[in-house]
C-alpha cells in the first residue's frame, strides 16, 4: 500500500544547512505516463547539493549567489528536495510503462535531459535540482532513465555509491578529452567521487591514471587502481615528482576537479617535453574545490596548443554504458558509509570536515529503510 504523505528532506531556500528542514507531510508523487514511482532505499550524496544550496555556482561575477540556469531561467525552485543519485525499488508505473516493471531494484541516470539526443546534453540539469530527487521516501522518475540493476552481490548503498552524478562525470571527462588506450592521466581530487570512479574508468579504457591525493590515502587509491599516488602538497616541486612517478614521460591528460592555484602546475606536467608527446595536451575541468579562479598565461595554452574541455554531466550513451559496465562488475563500488535521511544535516557536516581518511561517496538512507540498507554501514559522530 502506498502511503499519500512521506517523509522528506526539503531545502527551502539558499543558505546553511538550517535550509534543509524534515518534513512528515510531503505528498507521495504521481507517476506520469513515462514515469515510474521508485520507493528510495539510497542515495549518494554529492558534492552539488551543498554548492547548490550555497548558491555557489556562478557564471557572471564570482560573488553571486545562483546555480543552474543553462536554459535561460533557474530551475531551482524552493522547496526543493536535492539528492541525484536514487537507488530503490519500482511500487507504481505510469499509464505508458508495463507493470511488469514493479519490483524492479534500479539506479538512476539522474540527469534531466533537455530532448532525445543521445550523444549531446547542452543544458545540464538534474534530478534533485530542476526536479525532486532522493532525500525522501519516495520519487517519480522517468522509466527509461531508471536502470534494472539486480546484482545481488551490491547492496543498496553500495550501489548508491556508483551513481551516475560521478560515474557520468567522470566518463565524460575522459571521452570529452579522447583519453585513450595506453595514456597517462593526472587525477586531481582523487579520494572524491569523481576521483575515485575516473581512477576505475581509466583502468576499464585501459589508460593509466596517476593520482592527486595526500599520502594517507596512497594505499587504499594504489589498491583501487590508481598507479601512483603523487603529494598535493608543495607545488615548487610538484611537476617533478610527477614526472618521476612517470618515469619522465608528460602526462597525456589532466582530470581537473581542484582548479585554482592547481591549474597551472597541472598544465606543466604536460608541456615539459613536447618532443615526446603524440597528442595534444587535454586539460579536463569539471571542479573548482581549491578555487574557482586559476590565473594562467594564454600565450602557455595556445602556443603548446592545450585543449580545454568544460564538462558537465555527460550523455544519454554515456549513461547507458556505465550501467552496462557497473552489471559486468567492471566498475566498484567506494563507499565510505551511511547517515539516516534524519541526520542529514550531521552528513553535510561530516562531510565538509571529512579528514584524511575519507574515500568514496557517503550514501543518505531513509529513515524507514535504515535497518535493512543503512545501518550496515553507518558512520558514526566519531567515525573518520
Known amino acids: 500500500m502506498i502511503p499519500t504523505t512521506m517523509r522528506a528532506m526539503c531545502l527551502m531556500g539558499h543558505g546553511g544547512v538550517e535550509q534543509l528542514v524534515y518534513k512528515s507531510?510531503?505528498?507521495?508523487?504521481?507517476?506520469?505516463?513515462?514515469?515510474?514511482?521508485?520507493?528510495?532505499?539510497?542515495?549518494?550524496?554529492?558534492?552539488?547539493?551543498?554548492?547548490?544550496?550555497?548558491?555557489?555556482?556562478?557564471?557572471?561575477?564570482?560573488?553571486?549567489?545562483?546555480?543552474?540556469?543553462?536554459?535561460g531561467t533557474p530551475t531551482l525552485t524552493f522547496p526543493r528536495i536535492q539528492g541525484a543519485d536514487i537507488v530503490g525499488r519500482i511500487v507504481a508505473v505510469g499509464d505508458n510503462i508495463s507493470s511488469s516493471r514493479i519490483g524492479e531494484r534500479g539506479l538512476l541516470d539522474f540527469n534531466l535531459y533537455p530532448d532525445d539526443r543521445p550523444?549531446?546534453?547542452?543544458m545540464p540539469d538534474y534530478y534533485g535540482h530542476g526536479a525532486d530527487g532522493g532525500y525522501a521516501e519516495y520519487v517519480a522518475v522517468k522509466a527509461d532513465q531508471f536502470y534494472h540493476i539486480p546484482n545481488q552481490e551490491?547492496?543498496?548503498?553500495?550501489?548508491?555509491?556508483?551513481?551516475?552524478?560521478?560515474?557520468?562525470?567522470?566518463?565524460?571527462?575522459?571521452?570529452?578529452?579522447?583519453?585513450a588506450a595506453g595514456e597517462h592521466v593526472l587525477v586531481s581530487g582523487a579520494s572524491g567521487g569523481v576521483g575515485?570512479?575516473?581512477?576505475?574508468?581509466?583502468?576499464?579504457?585501459?589508460?593509466?591514471?596517476?593520482?592527486?591525493?595526500?599520502?594517507?590515502k596512497a594505499d587504499m587509491l594504489l589498491k583501487l587502481g590508481a598507479e601512483a599516488v603523487i603529494d598535493r602538497g608543495d607545488l615548487n616541486d610538484f611537476v617533478e615528482r610527477t614526472l618521476n612517478a612517470t618515469q619522465g614521460k608528460?602526462?597525456?591528460?589532466?582530470?581537473?576537479l581542484v582548479g585554482g592555484e592547481m591549474t597551472d602546475p597541472f598544465i606543466d606536467t604536460m608541456i615539459q617535453d613536447m618532443h615526446a608527446r603524440t597528442t595534444y595536451p587535454r586539460l579536463s575541468i569539471a571542479g573548482a574545490s581549491g578555487g574557482n579562479i586559476s590565473q594562467m598565461m594564454w600565450t602557455r595554452i595556445y602556443l603548446y596548443q592545450v585543449q580545454i574541455f568544460g564538462v558537465s554531466h555527460g550523455t544519454r550513451e554515456e549513461a547507458k554504458q556505465l550501467m552496462q559496465w557497473?552489471?559486468?562488475?567492471?566498475?566498484?563500488?567506494?563507499?565510505?558509509?551511511?547517515?539516516?535521511?534524519?541526520?542529514?544535516h550531521e552528513a553535510e557536516t561530516f562531510f565538509v570536515n571529512r579528514n584524511q581518511h575519507y574515500l568514496g561517496k557517503i550514501v543518505i538512507v531513509p529513515d524507514s529503510q535504515w535497518d535493512e540498507y543503512g545501518k550496515p554501514f553507518a558512520i558514526t559522530h566519531s567515525s573518520p
Open 250 to 256: 608528460p602526462i597525456d591528460a589532466v582530470m581537473d
Open 196 to 216: 575515485t570512479a575516473l581512477i576505475q574508468l581509466c583502468r576499464v579504457i585501459g589508460a593509466i591514471p596517476y593520482a592527486v591525493s595526500q599520502p594517507s
Open 119 to 122: 550523444d549531446l546534453n547542452l
Open 154 to 179: 551490491l547492496a543498496d548503498a553500495e550501489l548508491a555509491s556508483m551513481g551516475m552524478c560521478s560515474y557520468q562525470t567522470a566518463y565524460h571527462m575522459l571521452t570529452a578529452a579522447k583519453v
Open 25 to 71: 507531510d510531503v505528498p507521495v508523487p504521481t507517476p506520469k505516463d513515462d514515469e515510474v514511482l521508485v520507493q528510495i532505499t539510497a542515495t549518494a550524496k554529492n558534492n552539488t547539493d551543498r554548492k547548490a544550496r550555497e548558491g555557489l555556482y556562478p557564471v557572471g561575477s564570482s560573488d553571486e549567489v545562483t546555480s543552474f540556469q543553462m536554459g
Open 326 to 344: 557497473i552489471k559486468e562488475g567492471k566498475l566498484k563500488p567506494v563507499l565510505h558509509g551511511a547517515f539516516k535521511l534524519s541526520e542529514l
